[in-house]
């Protein structure tokens, strides 16, 4: 579901039940006219929000995807972050990072086939504020799972291993 319309959904209800109620209780219109109010309230409730999320997504560079980059200049050191709720999201991992110093970028694995997180990322930060985080955060509890961070390791490509 979108956000906006996640965010609306229960104030439209709400609109139309008061709606609905205030013309049944008035003897003004007939009761054809007041489900048709209903369902207007409904369906604007419904579409405008709607609206507004494909025209927001519309004025977005498809190149805008990660987000989570800043424009840090200097060292940086990349952590490894385990243990990640399956529900837990970009902004969500920068966010408790930021709170002990810079991060330059934040990257959540997803499984190819599936699209679902696989409970592991990285977090790309400035050197100097690397071994603090690892300290503050790894075994920390974050959104009920015990966090595991360390130091990234290196990618092995394919060629290293078969020398």
């Given at each position: 579901m979108l956000p906006t319309l996640r965010a609306s959904l229960p104030y439209t209800l709400a609109l139309a039940?008061?709606?609905?109620?205030?013309?049944?209780?008035?003897?003004?219109?007939?009761?054809a006219q007041e489900i048709f109010v209903v369902i207007g309230v409904l369906l604007a409730?419904?579409?405008v929000p709607v609206l507004?999320?494909?025209?927001?997504?519309?004025?977005?560079l498809p190149s805008a995807a990660p987000l989570a980059k800043t424009d840090?200049?200097?060292d940086t050191?990349?952590?490894?972050?385990?243990?990640?709720?399956y529900r837990a999201n970009e902004d969500a991992v920068k966010e408790l990072f930021q709170r002990f110093g810079v991060v330059v970028n934040v990257r959540l694995m997803k499984d190819r086939q599936t699209g679902r997180r696989r409970g592991f990322g990285f977090v790309e930060v400035a050197a100097k504020d690397g071994d603090k985080m690892i300290?503050?955060?790894?075994?920390?509890?974050?959104?009920?799972r015990?966090?595991?961070?360390?130091?990234a390791k290196e990618r092995q490509?394919?060629?290293d291993a078969e020398e």
């Amino acid at each position: 579901m979108l956000p906006t319309l996640r965010a609306s959904l229960p104030y439209t209800l709400a609109l139309a039940v008061l709606a609905y109620l205030g013309f049944a209780f008035l003897p003004v219109l007939e009761f054809a006219q007041e489900i048709f109010v209903v369902i207007g309230v409904l369906l604007a409730g419904i579409l405008v929000p709607v609206l507004i999320d494909v025209k927001g997504r519309a004025g977005t560079l498809p190149s805008a995807a990660p987000l989570a980059k800043t424009d840090y200049k200097g060292d940086t050191t990349t952590l490894y972050v385990g243990n990640l709720p399956y529900r837990a999201n970009e902004d969500a991992v920068k966010e408790l990072f930021q709170r002990f110093g810079v991060v330059v970028n934040v990257r959540l694995m997803k499984d190819r086939q599936t699209g679902r997180r696989r409970g592991f990322g990285f977090v790309e930060v400035a050197a100097k504020d690397g071994d603090k985080m690892i300290q503050k955060l790894n075994d920390f509890n974050f959104q009920e799972r015990t966090l595991k961070v360390r130091e990234a390791k290196e990618r092995q490509d394919a060629d290293d291993a078969e020398e």
